[in-house]
């Protein structure tokens, strides 16, 4: 491991940071990995990226030694200035996320990927929410060119070896599958995680298999079921980023800081103003009091007919979300109207793992204060239940839906086309989780129950036994989420 001073250059009478690593020889692996990331910061100019002024080597008693100089930053890591624990005021953590970013994009437009962003990798200079970030330590950084990360060109890294720090490392380094700019953009929605809430998306207690497992496997966590202040778009872009598939990431990391500076500037108070003594300015003539629920019901639907590109509607719906948080009160039925429409939005977006970040809290809650025979909260669950088989969770899909039936059970009848819903999805995630068996039972029984309350030739039976053979023969995702 390389020793790393604070040192002064007496030629020019600056501070400098000093890098030494001792080397087996000139040749060997640690040597070129870090001679590679002497080369990799002179690639670099930009003043978020810390400057190299030299490098070179040395042999001492025989062994040897290479150093690298690089600039001195008169700040401090920003795990220092967030410890672990410590929440950031929102407007903050999305601005110290947004300088991240701006980080990024000379890196990625060198065709590069750091692959270790990560609290202590990141200088920062002046007070949260102003000042600049530096990002350092380019170790294990690579081509997003180049192929798995067993390949050939990883090499540099050690065959076999898995280089970084896993609270922070994206799905697709545990599975050893090809990294792009969208691997970086995960670290920095830990990293943003982590300055919201005073954690780590995942917590993991046990070994380094068991992070690799959440980071693979478990759904993407809610900001806002930890600290519900936050704004809920601002928990919709921590799903994206927290994304499993790289594919359904954001990848470009310019666009990524705009978009935090402009969520951090919706969530900056309105400054306050002290007017003087006298007259307060005239205001508009009084009339009815506006109705906010009326409100953001129109903002809604306009948002929902507005237009029918995914991402837009999106977009739209998050800001609907966002004004609605503010004007209602909490637990109101329409802000969870909008939260599940935006759901659906985020779905259709091929956004599954944010759809099921967003909704699972409010599905939740939904079902503690309405009871779980209400429509909503059922259709809550049900699609909750879709987001989450969506996104290759299958089990957990079924048992959301086992423990509905279960609440609903003593209100719906087995043959109520609502029980009817629950009661095929629960048996289709089933299948999709390798419970055949068990699918095909509750499959029979449904439709037998059908065949009995209203006969074999009704058209609700005959649908129905159409809808499990066409599942037998073509066992697919849900077409459609429910609502």
């Not at 390798?434 to 449904?446: C, I, N, R, V």
Request: net charge negative; charged share 20%; glycine share 8%.
């Amino acid at each position: 491991m390389a020793e790393v001073w604070k040192a002064k250059d007496l030629r020019l009478n600056r501070p400098v940071v000093a890098k030494f690593l001792q080397v087996p020889g000139r040749g060997s692996h640690p040597a070129r990995r870090f001679l590679r990331e002497a080369k990799i910061l002179a690639g670099i100019d930009d003043p978020r990226i810390v400057r190299i002024h030299d490098v070179d080597e040395a042999r001492i008693d025989g062994l040897w030694h290479l150093y690298l100089i690089t600039q001195f930053i008169d700040g401090r890591t920003l795990r220092a200035a967030v410890p672990k624990g410590h929440r950031l005021p929102v407007a903050h953590a999305l601005h110290w996320a947004a300088e991240l970013c701006d980080a990024l994009v000379p890196v990625h437009a060198q065709h590069l990927v750091h692959r270790d962003v990560k609290p202590g990798n990141v200088m920062v200079s002046g007070v949260p929410g102003d000042g600049r970030l530096i990002l350092l330590d380019f170790g294990i950084a690579r081509s997003y060119t180049a192929v798995g990360e067993l390949g050939h060109a990883a090499g540099v890294t050690g065959y076999g070896q898995l280089l970084g720090t896993p609270e922070y490392m994206a799905p697709e380094r545990f599975l050893l599958k090809p990294v792009t700019p969208a691997t970086d953009l995960y670290s920095v929605g830990c990293v943003l995680f982590e300055m919201l809430t005073g954690r780590q998306p995942y917590t993991a207690t046990g070994d380094y298999g068991d992070l690799a497992r959440d980071h693979c496997y478990a759904p993407v966590p809610s900001v806002r079921a930890l600290r519900p202040e936050v704004q809920p778009s601002v928990d919709v872009l921590l799903a994206q980023l927290l994304a499993k598939d790289p594919g359904r990431r954001p990848a470009d990391a310019r666009e990524m800081a705009a978009l935090l500076r402009a969520l951090g500037a919706a969530a900056t108070p309105a400054p306050t103003v002290v007017v003087g003594a006298g007259p307060p300015p005239p205001g508009p003539p009084p009339g009815p009091p506006a109705d906010p629920a009326a409100e953001v019901e129109a903002l809604c639907n306009a948002a929902l007919e507005g237009t029918a590109e995914p991402a837009e509607r999106v977009r739209r719906l998050a800001e609907v979300l966002d004004h609605a948080s503010r004007v209602l009160p909490a637990d109101h039925r329409g802000g969870w109207l909008v939260v599940l429409h935006l759901a659906q939005a985020l779905a259709r977006a091929d956004q599954p793992a944010a759809a099921a970040a967003l909704l699972a809290p409010m599905a939740a809650r939904a079902r503690q204060v309405l009871g779980a025979d209400d429509e909503l909260a059922r259709l809550a669950a049900l699609n909750l239940a879709r987001y989450l088989g969506e996104d290759g969770h299958p089990a957990p899909a079924a048992q959301h839906l086992l423990e509905l039936r279960t609440a609903v059970s003593g209100v719906l009848a087995a043959t109520d086309p609502r029980m009817s819903e629950i009661r095929y999805d629960m048996a289709h995630w089933l299948a999709a989780a390798g419970e055949e068996q068990l699918a095909a039972a509750e499959f029979e029984a449904l439709y037998a129950d059908h065949r009995t309350a209203y006969g074999a030739d009704h058209p609700e039976t005959v649908r129905l036994g159409e809808l499990i053979h066409q599942h037998r023969h073509h066992p697919q995702g849900r077409d459609e989420d429910h609502g």
